[in-house]
């Protein structure tokens, strides 16, 4: 899908699920994958607050008890458990190297699309925004699952592929799929069906 060039009086910057549950090593929930796109996502945390963009951290959390998971409790055993994405706990929060600056806000959401029982469209519409730049991860869960809440909420996105990323898929009755498969696989799915797919090096141009 083409857009025009980045506008940041009118744009925001969107780090997904960018949480130590996800990123570090161990984790309950670690994809190792995540820690791969760490300098360019700073390299786009930096870009973007020179140029005044808004950066929002949507994070995946769940209330202690699980009353909010739904189907999540059977998707993800650890989530279930009560071991993973349990709101007020450390492993909910930003990991350190992309973290938050102070007046960054953290969107709490409990699926994978960013907007869905959220007030993200509130902010945004607040802000001035009509696009959103999209990184952070799973790819294929939550990046796309927020470019598709982004499309029916009005607005455009742009999704950054060096800047997000996916996980292997183990063999469910269709086969394996490594993570650049999916993260490409994803990535052609969004483009053709809601948001331009560029890399980081095309969006520091146009905020330069």
């Known amino acids: ?45 930096d870009a973007a607050r020179t140029a005044g963009m808004p950066v929002i951290y949507p994070a995946h959390v769940h ?3 699980g009353a909010d998971m739904g189907i999540h409790r059977d998707l993800y055993p650890p989530v279930g458990a009560g071991q993973a994405l349990v709101d007020g706990e450390r492993g909910v929060e930003i ?4 973290a938050p600056r102070d007046g ?13 029982a959220t007030d993200l469209e509130i902010v945004l519409r607040g802000l001035g925004v009509d696009t ?4 952070g991860m799973t790819t294929e869960c939550c990046v796309l699952g927020t470019a598709r809440g982004a499309l029916e909420c009005g607005f455009r996105s742009v999704v950054l592929a060096d800047a997000t990323a996916s996980c292997d898929y183990p063999d469910l009755g269709l086969g ?27 969006v520091l141009a146009e905020l330069s």
């Open 63 to 65: 209330r202690r008890g």
């Open 132 to 135: 959103v730049v999209l990184t």
């Open 1 to 45: 899908m083409s857009a025009p060039a980045i506008d940041p009086a009118r744009t925001a910057l969107l780090v997904i699920d960018m949480q130590n549950d996800f990123v570090e090593e161990g984790a309950p929930l670690e994809f190792p994958e995540g820690r791969r796109i760490l300098p360019t996502l700073q390299k786009v945390l």
């Open 104 to 116: 960054e806000l953290v969107i709490k959401k409990h699926r994978y699309n960013s907007f869905y």
């Open 95 to 98: 990991y350190l190297e992309v």
């Open 176 to 202: 394996p799929m490594p993570a650049d498969e999916m993260h490409t696989a994803a990535l052609r799915i969004m483009s053709l069906t809601s948001s331009r797919v560029t890399d980081a090096d095309t």
